[in-house]
């Protein structure tokens, strides 16, 4: 049963830049998408990025051209780089393995100040 970790949150000004890892154990992830959702508090999750098996990537509006999703393989794990942060990227971020048996992480605390 893969596990699936978050890390690489935490406080940021706006306009910096973060990067969230998501660290695969107990099974490799090589062959599925996985995704990034965020949810911020009163609101429901949503898609932020996915990212295919050979790395083909997608991106919500809201964040096209400042969000960057990556993987590597050889090490099981997802990326999220997040530049031009602003205060509405606030949320708990969390990934998901996509496939007939999905996986989510517990979640990573981004909060962006202004």
């Known amino acids: 049963q893969v596990q699936l970790v978050e890390s690489g949150g935490g406080l940021v000004q706006a306009g910096g830049s973060l990067r969230l890892s998501c660290a695969a154990s107990?099974?490799?992830?090589?062959?599925?998408?996985m995704a990034w959702y965020r949810q911020a508090p009163g609101k429901q999750r949503e898609l932020v990025a996915t990212?295919?098996?050979?790395?083909?990537?997608t991106y919500a509006d809201s964040v096209k051209g400042r969000f960057t999703i990556s993987r590597d393989n050889a090490k099981n794990t997802v990326y999220l780089q997040m530049n031009s942060l602003k205060p509405e990227d606030t949320a708990v971020y969390y990934c998901?393995?996509?496939?007939?048996?999905?996986?989510w992480g517990q979640g990573t605390q981004v909060t962006v100040s202004s």
């Open positions: 107990g099974g490799i992830i090589l062959f599925n998408s």
């Open positions: 990212i295919s098996s050979v790395g083909g990537p």
């Open positions: 998901k393995k996509i496939g007939a048996l999905e996986v």
